[in-house]
């Protein structure tokens, strides 16, 4: 099983994906490889997420791909059949995180409050995803929910770009961040891959700063 916090800690800010159709989700891929961000969270929003993460998989099994929005315990064994590598919930479902521990997979359930947290911390987890992160009280909010918790580290997401990110990255127990910005859901669509080039480009650049 990978280490979620070894994952985390080579790859501080993952691109968030929301795609629905396999050609632009290998398109998507060749420019995170080719651009050195190799790893994608694809969510499944889409009724072709699982498919879409599998033929990334099969086509680049070096790129780290993490399937998100993972709702519940079906979606969960999905994830696990299509080869993700790790599974992101928004909430802190025990039935998902059981079933993920039960297959092996490493997973980041979702808190953003201090029951959330305890509820993770129940199975032995220490790596969280914070989300909503920008609407739950962003950095103030984290700083306040660490404090009697010494020992996890979060990965907040949800209202995160290349104008605040260095700054939650900065912040203390803050391994990483997500974001869909760099991946805009949009410009998949309108294949404007010269923009969502651009945008890994810069946010590569802010993050060797
Ligand atoms: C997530 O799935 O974690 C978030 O929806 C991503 O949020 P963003 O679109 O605000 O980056």
Same mark, same amino acid.
């Given at each position: 099983?990978?280490?979620?916090?070894? +994952?985390?800690?080579?790859?501080?800010?993952?691109?968030?994906?929301?795609?629905?159709?396999?050609?632009?989700?290998?398109?998507?891929?060749?420019i995170l490889?080719?651009?050195?961000?190799?790893?994608?969270?694809?969510?499944?929003?889409?009724?072709?997420?699982?498919?879409?993460?599998?033929?990334?998989? &099969?086509?680049?099994?070096?790129? +780290?791909?993490?399937?998100?929005?993972?709702?519940?315990?079906?979606?969960?064994?999905?994830?696990?059949?299509? &080869?993700?590598?790790?599974?992101?919930?928004?909430?802190?479902?025990?039935?998902?995180?059981?079933?993920?521990? &039960?297959?092996?997979?490493?997973t980041?359930?979702?808190?953003?409050?201090?029951?959330? +947290?305890?509820?993770?911390?129940?199975?032995?987890?220490?790596?969280?995803?914070?989300?909503?992160?920008?609407?739950?009280?962003?950095?103030?909010?984290?700083?306040?929910?660490?404090?009697?918790?010494?020992?996890?580290?979060?990965?907040?997401?949800?209202?995160?770009?290349?104008?605040?990110?260095?700054?939650?990255?900065?912040?203390?127990?803050?391994?990483?961040?997500?974001?869909?910005?760099m991946?805009?859901?949009?410009?998949v669509?309108?294949?404007?891959?010269?923009?969502?080039?651009?945008?890994?480009?810069?946010?590569?650049?802010?993050?060797?700063?």
């Amino acid at each position: 099983m990978k280490n979620l916090a070894n +994952i985390f800690h080579n790859h501080p800010v993952v691109p968030i994906a929301m795609i629905d159709n396999i050609q632009n989700g290998l398109k998507l891929a060749t420019i995170l490889i080719r651009e050195e961000l190799p790893i994608i969270e694809v969510t499944f929003r889409t009724k072709e997420a699982s498919d879409i993460l599998k033929a990334i998989k &099969d086509h680049y099994p070096d790129l +780290i791909v993490g399937a998100g929005t993972v709702l519940n315990a079906e979606q969960a064994k999905i994830a696990f059949t299509s &080869d993700a590598d790790f599974l992101v919930a928004p909430g802190c479902n025990p039935r998902t995180i059981q079933t993920a521990q &039960d297959l092996g997979m490493p997973t980041l359930p979702g808190v953003n409050n201090p029951t959330s +947290i305890e509820m993770a911390l129940n199975y032995n987890i220490t790596t969280m995803k914070f989300f909503p992160a920008e609407v739950s009280g962003g950095i103030p909010m984290i700083k306040a929910l660490m404090a009697p918790y010494q020992d996890i580290q979060l990965i907040p997401t949800g209202g995160i770009n290349h104008e605040n990110f260095q700054s939650y990255l900065a912040t203390e127990r803050v391994l990483a961040c997500g974001m869909s910005w760099m991946v805009d859901k949009k410009l998949v669509e309108a294949g404007n891959w010269d923009e969502i080039t651009r945008r890994v480009r810069l946010i590569k650049e802010l993050s060797a700063k």
